[in-house]
């Protein structure tokens, strides 16, 4: 059976709940599922969406053999990672504007400035949790690249919430917070609904 994403994420809501219904209340747990559901809907789009702007601009002497798969690849792990972080801060801004009365207007600018440095920093810190249960292995080394990394990110950080405009300070109550996601839901319902017409088209065209 074809693997669902959306149901697998409705399965993990419904296992959390059943095991402590009141996780439900907890603002971490509706963020992290916010997200996910974020990326879920709209990363796909807005990576195509992306990657259709740097074809364009791209120039046609580069685009033949080994220069163009690289310069492929790197453009996809660039739009991957932009529309990543894009969708999961605009699926978390309204629940973020209402319990927390603000937005980051430059969250989205340190993730970005940062994702170089997350996945190494991640995969670093799992391979020298793994080396350390094995006596002996000098792990320093490792540790201290790995340090590099976050001492990056924390700098990313530190760059991005200092300037006094970071912060908005806003409020919106339960219902405008509703509305703002369901104004999302129809968006994206008209977008996919257009690129399944154009891809409908398409087909007939060649069909023809």
């Not at 969708?87 to 937005?103: D, K, S």
């Not at 989205?108 to 002996?136: D, Y």
């Not at 080394?141 to 760059?159: E, F, I, M, S, T």
């Not at 917070?177 to 690129?195: D, F, H, K, P, W």
Request: proline share 5%.
């Amino acid at each position: 059976r074809r693997a669902s994403r959306l149901y697998a994420l409705g399965l993990a809501a419904v296992v959390t709940i059943a095991i402590d219904p009141s996780v439900a209340g907890n603002v971490g747990w509706q963020l992290s599922f916010a997200a996910v559901l974020g990326i879920l809907l709209l990363a796909s789009p807005i990576r195509e969406w992306l990657l259709a702007r740097f074809e364009n601009r791209s120039s046609p002497a580069a685009t033949r053999g080994r220069q163009k798969a690289g310069r492929d690849h790197w453009r996809r792990a660039l739009a991957e990672g932009i529309a990543v972080t894009v969708a999961a801060t605009l699926a978390t801004a309204p629940l973020i504007a209402h319990v927390f009365e603000e937005v980051s207007a430059t969250s989205l600018v340190a993730n970005v400035l940062a994702l170089p440095a997350v996945a190494p920093a991640m995969w670093l810190g799992m391979v020298s949790a793994a080396l350390a249960q094995v006596p002996g292995i000098p792990l320093a080394p490792l540790n201290g690249l790995d340090a590099l990394l976050l001492a990056y990110v924390a700098q990313v950080a530190a760059w991005c919430g200092r300037p006094s405009w970071a912060v908005l300070h806003v409020h919106i109550g339960v219902w405008a917070m509703l509305a703002t996601y369901a104004a999302m839901a129809a968006g994206i319902a008209v977008v996919a609904s257009l690129a399944r017409a154009r891809r409908l088209a398409a087909a007939r065209a060649r069909a023809a």
